[in-house]
């Protein structure tokens, strides 16, 4: 069992920067990789990054460029650093840990508002 919880989500200007934090306990070990969504008011749940326990990120392509993904080596925090922020990322932020056995850990979300 894995529980995950977010942070630092708030109001931040267009154009300015946030960093998410995504603080995981549990069995680690059989996490394989991790994960950040969003989902907008009206819209479905998106994949914004995610990263295996090796290493390897993918991203959307509205974000490539903007947001880097990242976790600590014992992958107990997963972080999402976001850059030039728009109106459009505007957006409820949840990060995922999935196990080898396909089993997922959802958190409950962290609000992202980006407004001037």
């Known amino acids: 069992q894995v529980a995950v919880a977010e942070s630092g989500g708030g109001l931040v200007q267009p154009e300015g920067s946030l960093r998410l934090s995504c603080a995981a306990s549990?069995?680690?070990?059989?996490?394989?990789?991790m994960g950040w969504y969003r989902q907008a008011p009206g819209l479905e749940r998106e994949l914004v990054a995610d990263?295996?326990?090796?290493?390897?990120?993918t991203y959307a392509e509205s974000v490539k460029g903007r947001f880097t993904i990242s976790t600590d080596s014992a992958m107990t925090t997963l972080y999402l650093q976001m850059n030039n922020l728009a109106p459009e990322d505007t957006a409820l932020y949840y990060c995922?840990?999935?196990?080898?056995?396909?089993?997922?850990?959802w958190g409950q979300g962290t609000q992202v508002t980006v407004s001037s």
């Open positions: 549990g069995n680690i070990n059989s996490i394989y990789f």
């Open positions: 995922k840990y999935t196990s080898g056995a396909q089993r997922e850990y």
């Open positions: 990263i295996t326990r090796g290493g390897t990120t």
